[in-house]
């Protein structure tokens, strides 16, 4: 009986982490980034502060990777169990398969959760993380 309240007080407390950390970079992006009437982006910062405007797809892929990815990856995709996601060289089909097969031993198989457009999504959201 006790293991299954402190599994409960975890996956609560987990949860709470997930939720905070997707408001906190929710308003980073909002706070740097802005798109005016015209669909141009545009910095709320300083001049030399890069603009990351994020495409449809790239932004799924970010919400499929923060609820299946980042507890490995890092909220911030440069690391923590699994390796940095940032500048990769793989090629689009390289990553895909890494996604639906796994890596024996170092990264379950996503086959069965990821459809072909979530798997894409997330490649979009994978190549928007630069250094």
Request: aromatic share 6%.
């Amino acid at each position: 009986m006790g293991i299954e309240i402190k599994a409960k007080v975890t996956a609560l407390a987990a949860s709470a982490f997930m939720l905070a950390a997707t408001f906190s970079f929710a308003q980073v992006l909002r706070s740097t980034n802005a798109v005016d009437s015209k669909g141009s982006s545009r910095t709320n910062g300083s001049p030399t502060q890069a603009t990351a405007v994020l495409s449809k797809d790239a932004e799924r892929g970010y919400t499929l990777f923060e609820k299946n990815c980042a507890h490995c990856h890092g909220e911030d995709a440069r690391g923590d169990e699994g390796p940095d996601l940032h500048n990769l060289k793989l090629s689009d089909a390289r990553i895909a398969k890494r996604i639906t097969e796994g890596v024996k031993g170092e990264m379950p198989s996503f086959a069965k959760k990821f459809n072909d457009a979530d798997v894409q999504a997330l490649i979009a959201f994978l190549r928007s993380l630069k250094n």
